[in-house]
């Protein structure tokens, strides 16, 4: 996507299961953790695309009495 980010990128997860972006030679901020993948920009948008598939966060879910999984 962009043309002078960096080449490698890890997505994240956190503790609310939503979904993040991160330069892969960095280290992990506070409160996210590797979702075991680990691509191209465009790969991990694709990657979030596929498994990010309720944009609620889990404690909502919870509270909405929705699934938490």
Do not use: I
Not at 24 to 31: I, R
């Amino acid at each position: 996507m962009s043309d002078n980010g960096p080449e490698r990128w890890t997505v994240l997860v956190n503790a609310e299961e939503q979904y993040g972006l991160f330069p892969a030679e960095l280290p992990l901020p506070d409160g996210w953790r590797p979702a075991d993948f680990t691509g191209t920009e465009d790969e991990c948008v694709r990657y979030v695309d596929e498994h990010w598939t309720d944009m609620r966060p889990l404690s909502l879910r919870k509270a909405l009495g929705g699934s938490a999984a």
